[in-house]
């Protein structure tokens, strides 16, 4: 059986630093200390599933907003009560700088907006810091490719949160992009995608103070200065809500980068594009004036790979990936489809989602997305969602992004990473930082990061 650990092996970045405590004779009583930065709607998700792991142990949260911190610090210690312990106290950390200077922390997971997602990354692999991080791995082209040379510089471990690729709770991706990448459907023609979509509020954007628990100012991090207002950043009333940085464009680019981190990087996985790229992107958005949202709504993209590969997404599509080649399709989504109980993996015929035979190209072992993460900190290897492919993913999504906004079509050299002859296009690869205390590549040339 070949095992495809998903292109990270044999890219010369072993061996990683692992912490001294997970060796020795009592090694199998340590864990990885842990710390959660950013403890909102995902960042509580992240933090409840990293201290179900055996190899965790969350040891302290970090968040600008004050009644979020309270919540992270109150879910960890009541999650440890429960499991019988006494006398717990989760450190609190304001600022995620404290966090890396501490020598007792390992690892971190970082749930903070998408704007800020590149520079506290890049901060924690220079502090040697393991790292966990939502997906989409970086707001920008520019932010992903220095994230990458970060933790390659450092070798330290990052796991993406594109969790699709991990057996647990979704084995429909697996199970369909091994299909795919082994033939199944002979020649594969076409890949469409379905990634959901965001509609304006019908609310003009109005400034508000700035509450009192909120560090607003560090919130804003590298994007450009602008007033307060909660539609755009995250409830305050309540910690389950969507947050309004979602639909912002200064904060995040919208349903392209956030649902299509997961289902591109599937998409790419599936056609052994996993360090590739698309060869032409022509996308089309519209974006609403006027409106607390900024990121566009309906959307239609083409994007052609090698191969002559076609890849399609549309607000049109229903969410998850339809795989079309020579010998038939292959479906795949998260769940059940809620109007007609169509199961979340499908095909043309069964045949096609057959048991593969033992020379089949496979996927590494993945049973849980943020234990294999921590397993691979332990093992010293690389994880199944590593940032030399995580980059290109949030590359194909920006760039579609890209030609949404100037309007016409772009050709892509994945190889050097930039646009072919179109300047205003590489201009935004990246955006000049607000401040210079928050320019990712002033941080990478300061730590001698080439």
């Known amino acids: 059986m070949k095992t495809a650990l998903g292109g990270a092996a044999g890219l010369g970045l072993l061996p990683y630093f692992v912490p001294s405590r997970l060796f020795g ?4 009583s340590k864990k990885i200390h842990v710390a959660q930065i950013g403890c909102g709607r995902m960042g509580r998700s992240d933090l409840l599933n990293v201290m179900t792991e055996p190899f965790a142990r969350v040891v302290a949260v970090c968040d600008l907003d004050a009644k979020r911190l309270a919540a992270g610090k109150t879910m960890a210690e009541d999650y440890y009560t429960v499991q019988g312990e006494t006398g717990i106290n989760i450190k609190t950390y304001h600022n995620y700088h404290e966090v890396l200077a501490a020598p007792d922390i390992d690892a971190v997971v970082i749930s903070v907006p998408d704007h800020s997602h590149a520079l506290v990354a890049i901060k924690a692999a220079i502090a040697g810091k393991h790292i966990y991080v939502q997906k989409p791995v970086t707001y920008s082209i520019a932010e992903a490719i220095g994230l990458r040379r970060a933790v390659e510089a450092k070798k330290i ?3 993406t949160g594109s969790q699709q690729r991990s057996a647990h709770p979704w084995r429909s991706f697996r199970t369909a992009s091994e299909a795919v990448r082994n033939g199944r459907l002979g020649q594969l023609k076409t890949i469409k ?8 509020t019908g609310h003009k954007p109005a400034p508000m103070p700035v509450p009192e628990n909120l560090d607003f100012d560090r919130w804003l991090g590298s994007a450009p200065e602008q007033p307060y207002m909660e539609g755009r950043a995250h409830p305050q009333a309540e910690l389950e809500g969507r947050p ?7 904060f995040g680019l919208g349903m392209i980068t956030n649902w299509g981190a997961h289902h591109v990087d599937i998409a790419q996985w599936a056609m052994g594009q996993e360090l590739g790229g ?10 609403p004036a006027d409106d607390l949202m900024t990121v566009h709504g309906a959307y239609h993209v083409d994007l052609l790979y090698p191969n002559h590969v076609q890849v399609i997404l549309d607000d049109q599509l229903p969410n998850g990936l339809h795989f079309e080649g020579a010998d038939g399709w292959i479906f795949c989504t998260r769940g059940e489809d809620s109007n ?5 993996l499908r095909a043309s015929d069964p045949k096609l989602l057959t048991p593969l035979p033992a020379d089949a190209v496979r996927w590494a072992p993945s049973k849980s997305h943020y234990g294999n993460w921590l397993e691979s900190i332990v093992a010293n290897q690389p994880p199944i969602a590593p940032i030399q492919q995580s980059t290109r993913s949030l590359e194909a999504c920006a760039a579609a992004w890209i030609s949404m906004k100037l309007k016409h079509k772009l050709t892509w050299d994945a190889a050097a990473e930039r646009f072919l002859g179109d300047d205003a296009a590489n201009a935004m690869r990246s955006r000049k930082a607000r401040k210079p205390e928050y320019d990712f590549e002033l941080v990478l040339k300061q730590a001698e990061i080439v």
Not at 25 to 28: E, L, M, N
Not at 244 to 250: A, L, P, V
Not at 340 to 344: A, F, G, M, S, V
């Open 25 to 28: 004779a009592d090694a199998p």
């Open 157 to 159: 471990i990052l796991q």
């Open 193 to 200: 995608i379905g990634i959901g979509l965001d509609k304006p």
């Open 244 to 250: 309004g940085w979602m639909t912002t464009e200064d």
């Open 278 to 287: 698309p060869l032409t992107i022509d996308a089309r958005g519209k974006f």
């Open 340 to 344: 007609d109980r169509q199961p979340p």
